[in-house]
């Protein structure tokens, strides 16, 4: 007599009848589900937008396979690459990646609840960064990004994840980056800016220094109540159903001077009609290492003192602190770095 198939039957009966366990066991499927495209980059960029056409695909270094991403930050652009997928609402994602490089990004953003990131000072081989979310009771799009930071080299990321619930339409991605922006009719308050069209995509976003200023329905604009003999930066973005693209290079722009009166921002005199405009990292050391305020030469116009760190990765805070002595040794004094801001003011830069 065969007294096995009571006993097996009984096992999978008592299996089923646990409570919450086939509920789990399907959960657990499609929580693998990986809703990025090509997160391996092995298809090159596909489905991936990288601002200031700051990224491409190299074989070497890589993760795994034959191809990872590489980015590089330049002037005012961060080079973000970023991705939108759909997702489910109210479920929960892990968002994980591998990336080499300094200050390196990796987050989400449009969750629904709390956006995301966590990044890396400094990993000189491949380091795995990883963070979970939970989409809000309506999120069915979520962007996915890594990025950089300003002066601190190409990075590099590979097999990029976002593992979670399945989307219902699939990946969906915002317009591509405006290229070609120029300004021309610069007045004393006043810039023109025009850029080239973005299929896709049903309006643009105008920038400046940073912050949007203006939305467009078209490839151009005005943008008025500027400060004259002041330097700008400007950038712009297209935008469609599926979110916004990243922001376009900046155009330096410095106004003409203005009818009589005195200059605030760095002396008496005016600025020519093409300014040199710099960034001087007076917040940290690199590669190049620390120029003091008072060795800038004189052809610069325009001195941008940089850069704000981040307090947390998270907060999204910022503060400006001057290189410590112990990593810049020939950093100036408080007393003579305001002294060689006075100076350069007193021969009409802008500091």
């Not at 995301?116 to 996915?144: E, H, I, R, Y």
């Not at 106004?255 to 008496?268: A, I, K, R």
């Not at 190049?288 to 610069?300: E, F, I, N, Q």
Request: hydrophobic share 35%; with cysteine; glycine share 12%.
């Amino acid at each position: 007599m065969d007294r096995s198939r009571p006993l097996l039957a009984l096992l999978t009966a008592t299996a089923l009848a646990v409570p919450g366990l086939t509920a789990l066991s399907s959960a657990a499927r499609a929580a693998d589900a990986d809703v990025l495209t090509n997160g391996g980059f092995e298809s090159g960029l596909s489905g991936w937008t990288c601002s200031a056409s700051s990224g491409t695909t190299v074989n070497s270094p890589v993760h795994s396979g034959s191809s990872a991403l590489q980015a590089t930050p330049a002037g005012s652009d961060d080079a973000q690459c970023a991705q939108t997928v759909s997702v489910q609402p109210n479920s929960q994602y892990t968002l994980a990646g591998y990336v080499r490089g300094s200050y390196v990004y990796l987050g989400a953003s449009g969750t629904g609840t709390t956006d995301v990131s966590t990044w890396t000072q400094s990993a000189p081989d491949w380091q795995k960064l990883s963070t979970t979310f939970t989409t809000g009771p309506s999120t069915t799009k979520v962007t996915v990004y890594t990025h950089g930071w300003y002066g601190t080299g190409a990075y590099d990321a590979d097999d990029l994840s976002l593992t979670g619930p399945g989307g219902s339409g699939g990946t969906t991605q915002p317009p591509a980056v405006p290229a070609g922006l120029t300004a021309s009719s610069v007045t004393s308050s006043s810039v023109a800016l025009s850029w080239s069209a973005v299929s896709g995509a049903t309006g643009y976003a105008v920038y400046r220094d940073g912050v949007k200023v203006q939305s467009a329905s078209g490839t151009s604009a005005t943008v008025t109540g500027l400060t004259a003999s002041t330097a700008y930066s400007f950038q712009v973005t297209a935008v469609n159903d599926a979110g916004e693209s990243a922001k376009s290079a900046a155009v330096v722009v410095t106004t003409s001077t203005g009818g009589s009166g005195g200059d605030p921002g760095g002396g008496s005199a005016g600025l020519p009609a093409h300014a040199l405009v710099g960034y001087l990292h007076a917040s940290f050391a690199n590669g190049s290492g620390y120029t003091r305020l008072a060795d800038v030469p004189d052809s610069w116009d325009v001195i941008d003192l940089a850069f704000a760190e981040p307090t947390s990765p998270t907060s999204g805070d910022v503060e400006f602190t001057r290189c410590p002595v112990t990593d810049c040794p020939n950093a100036e004094s408080d007393a003579d770095f305001k002294a060689a801001i006075k100076a350069k003011q007193a021969a009409g830069k802008k500091v």
